[in-house]
């Protein structure tokens, strides 16, 4: 398996991968409006996406990562967002392997952390990320209103 950045290349194989996440997460698929969306993100420098590659050249899962600022820190922080791996790849270390990569990132772009959230039910994540030495935030409570 190989973890590299998002290429033109992949850009279709990686479509499909979002769009079994997003029917995953109970959206709608919608390829065009997603390959549009992730197209502007990286033509403006405004994400970091990694994908593994399987031997035989297919996409197996990808980890989407936004920047966002610690004025306290001075420094970068990282939102890893979206964290997405192929049904057909499930349990073979893909998204071990993207997170391992988000951290490497991380650490290469002198952010102070990568933050994350995950579904209070997604007990597979959250034993993962667990695992991986991320740790759940009881110092913040966080509150979110909707913009329609």
């Not at 306290?72 to 073979?92: P, Q």
């Not at 290469?108 to 993962?128: C, G």
Request: glycine residues 4%; aromatic residues 12%; positive net charge.
């Amino acid at each position: 398996m190989l973890v590299q950045t998002l290429s033109e290349k992949y850009i279709d194989q990686f479509v499909n991968v979002v769009e079994e996440y997003r029917k995953f997460c109970g959206f709608n698929v919608s390829p065009k409006a997603t390959k549009d969306f992730f197209k502007n993100l990286h033509k403006e420098n405004k994400a970091a996406t990694f994908i593994t590659i399987s031997e035989e050249d297919e996409v197996m899962g990808f980890v989407n990562l936004y920047p966002s600022y610690s004025t306290l820190s001075l420094r970068k922080i990282w939102i890893l967002n979206d964290l997405g791996v192929s049904s057909k790849f499930r349990r073979l270390g893909v998204a071990q392997a993207l997170i391992k990569k988000s951290i490497e990132f991380a650490k290469e772009t002198d952010a102070i952390r990568i933050e994350l959230k995950t579904a209070k039910n997604n007990l597979n994540a959250q034993m993962l990320y667990s695992e991986i030495g991320f740790q759940t935030d009881k110092d913040n409570v966080y509150y979110r209103v909707p913009i329609k």
